[in-house]
T-cell receptor, first 114, second 110 residues
Framework: DTEVTQTPKHLVMGMTNKKSLKCEQHMGHRAMYWYKQKAKKPPELMFVYSYEKLSINESVPSRFSPECPNSSLLNLHLHALQPEDSALYLC?????????????FGEGSRLTVL | SQQGEEDPQALSIQEGENATMNCSYK?????LQWYRQNSGRGLVHLILIRSNEREKHSGRLRVTLDTSKKSSSLLITASRAADTASYFC??????????FGPGTSLSVIP
């Protein structure tokens, strides 16, 4: 199984809502990542988890709250978002961090904030 | 922060021609990776070249790395319409970050 599964595929939320994005992998990878991608732009790194611990936070606003409940799951909790947060949110995993080799990406969750 | 820079930003070629994309980066790296993304989809890993390697091949792909110039190139030979996609280089830095360049949009015309 070489898949990273992201749910939901599409999400529309108001600025006062609380929602979560979910990511799951069963490849035994111990590094997981959140990226944000705006249209016609490259993915921007948000967070990195290594062995279920947050290792990198790229100065992301606190309205984005990541969580890694176990080695297979990664969540991104969303609260009080702004319309400019509308984007494709990509989850990825790799074997470990540090000269890891390839990242495996999910298909993304397309978020629209009204 | 953006680690890689790519050129060209957009490339349009005829089927059967070769496509070359270039990437430059700013800091020291563990490796340099290339990814492909079809419109609005997830990214797919194409090839990885480590900092102590100079050239690598995989099928119709050839990647080179020049660490003295902090640059890499991806060559796709005998392109096909199905190669139409965006291509990104990604630099894995010594701080375990994988940072993507702005990408090249490739159109292969049948």
């Amino acid at each position: 199984d070489t898949e990273v599964t992201q749910t939901p595929k599409h999400l529309v939320m108001g600025m006062t809502n609380k929602k979560s994005l979910k990511c799951e992998q069963h490849m035994g990878h111990r590094a997981m990542y959140w990226y944000k991608q705006k249209a016609k732009k490259p993915p921007e790194l948000m967070f990195v988890y290594s062995y279920e611990k947050l290792s990198i936070n790229e100065s992301v606003p606190s309205r984005f709250s990541p969580e890694c409940p176990n080695s297979s799951l990664l969540n991104l909790h969303l609260h009080a978002l702004q319309p400019e947060d509308s984007a494709l949110y990509l989850c990825a995993s790799s074997l470990v961090t540090g000269s890891t080799g390839e990242l495996f990406f999910g298909e993304g969750s397309r978020l629209t904030v009204l | 922060s953006q680690q890689g820079e790519e050129d060209p930003q957009a490339l349009s070629i005829q089927e059967g021609e070769n496509a070359t994309m270039n990437c430059s980066y700013k800091t020291s790296i563990n490796n340099l990776q290339w990814y492909r993304q079809n419109s609005g989809r997830g990214l797919v890993h194409l090839i990885l070249i480590r900092s102590n390697e100079r050239e690598k091949h995989s099928g119709r792909l050839r990647v080179t790395l020049d660490t003295s110039k902090k640059s890499s190139s991806l060559l796709i030979t005998a392109s096909r319409a199905a190669d139409t996609a965006s291509y990104f280089c990604a630099a894995e830095t010594s701080y375990d970050k994988v940072i993507f360049g702005p990408g090249t949009s490739l159109s292969v015309i049948p």
